[in-house]
């Protein structure tokens, strides 16, 4: 049973344009969301995260939107880089929970 | 840094083999954390540990094992390896919310 979706494969965007990758989830107790990064024969790294006390966390180039009530949450990147070029991995747990709940992954791809 | 360290990088076995998958961290975190990711799929959990001494499985537990003997090591134990074993292993150590991962161990069971 999936709790964390990422219900877009892949995703396309022209160097300099806004990236929106999309992430719902089905746990009403997690509380806590982070986004890792993740490059081709690399482990995944820690990108941004936001805790559910916040509707919005910004840092550089990456914004999260937390939005409770409908269980979802979206990270925007802006400008694009061909750098940004990799897989996104959204992830959840609980304040008292023991492990991080991943989605299947979306896989971005910024074109020059 | 080391952060998280695996090995190793790769590893081809034949049925029925057995091995060990090598972590360690020195951030001296509590938590640490064995996943496996399978082409177009996320991370799904085998097994993990809250402190020296303390396992417990996670979603995907059958075929492997561990043990956490010291707060630094995390060895991950595939017995009688299977083709469906064949993945990408992650191990991941976390203290408060962030969790930090190696570069992986690419598993192929043949």
């Known amino acids: 049973d999936q709790q964390v979706k990422q219900n877009s494969p892949s995703l396309s965007v022209q160097e300099g344009r806004i990236s929106i990758l999309n992430c719902d989830y089905t746990?009403?107790?997690?509380?806590?969301f982070l986004w890792y990064k993740k490059y081709p024969a690399e482990g995944p790294t820690f990108l941004i995260s936001?805790?559910?006390?916040?509707d919005k966390n910004e840092d550089g180039r990456f914004t999260v939107f937390l939005n409770k009530s409908a269980k979802h949450l979206s990270l925007h990147i802006v400008p694009s880089q061909p750098g940004d070029s990799a897989v996104y991995f959204c992830?959840?747990?609980?304040?008292?929970?023991?492990?991080?709940?991943f989605g299947k992954g979306t896989s971005l791809l910024v074109t020059p | 840094n080391a952060g998280v360290t695996q090995t190793p990088k790769f590893r081809i076995l034949k049925i029925g083999q057995s091995m060990t998958l090598q972590c360690a961290q020195d951030m001296n975190h509590n938590y640490m954390y064995w996943y496996r990711q399978d082409p177009g799929m996320g991370l799904k959990l085998i097994y993990y540990?809250?402190?020296?001494?303390?396992?417990d499985k996670g979603e995907v537990p059958n075929g492997y094992n561990v043990s956490r003997s010291t707060t630094e090591d995390f060895p991950l134990r595939l017995e009688l390896a299977a083709p469906s074993q064949t993945s990408v292993y992650f191990c991941?150590?976390?203290?408060?919310?962030?969790?930090?991962f190696g570069q992986g161990t690419r598993l192929t069971v043949v």
């Open positions: 936001i805790s559910s006390i916040k």
């Open positions: 991941a150590s976390r203290k408060n919310t962030e969790a930090f």
């Open positions: 746990n009403s107790m997690f509380d806590y």
């Open positions: 540990s809250v402190g020296a001494g303390i396992t």
């Open positions: 992830a959840a747990s609980t304040n008292s929970g023991y492990a991080l709940n």
